[in-house]
């Protein structure tokens, strides 16, 4: 009998997770529709991933980052930033 056939594979990182999360968001048609997300860093997720994260994602180019109150920030592009 043939075994199945599956993959394991390793827990992700902080900052894979984070990156996973803040996609998710991202790409929900709500924030799409209104080109902007205000998020915070989980108690789970590294304050370096999430810094590492923030910083990456503020590199590319029409996307806003915001530093709100008690460490959440706001993530805007296109038509926001330019609002």
Known sequence: MPRPAF??????SSYEAAGRRLQALISAPGVQKY???TVCR????????WERLLNEIGETAG?????????????????YYDA
């Open 35 to 37: 080109q902007a997300v």
């Open 63 to 79: 996307v806003r980052i915001e530093t709100l109150e008690g460490g959440t920030v706001r993530i805007g592009w296109r038509e």
């Open 7 to 12: 993959t394991t594979s390793k827990p992700y």
């Open 42 to 49: 989980l108690d789970h997720e590294s304050l370096e991933d």
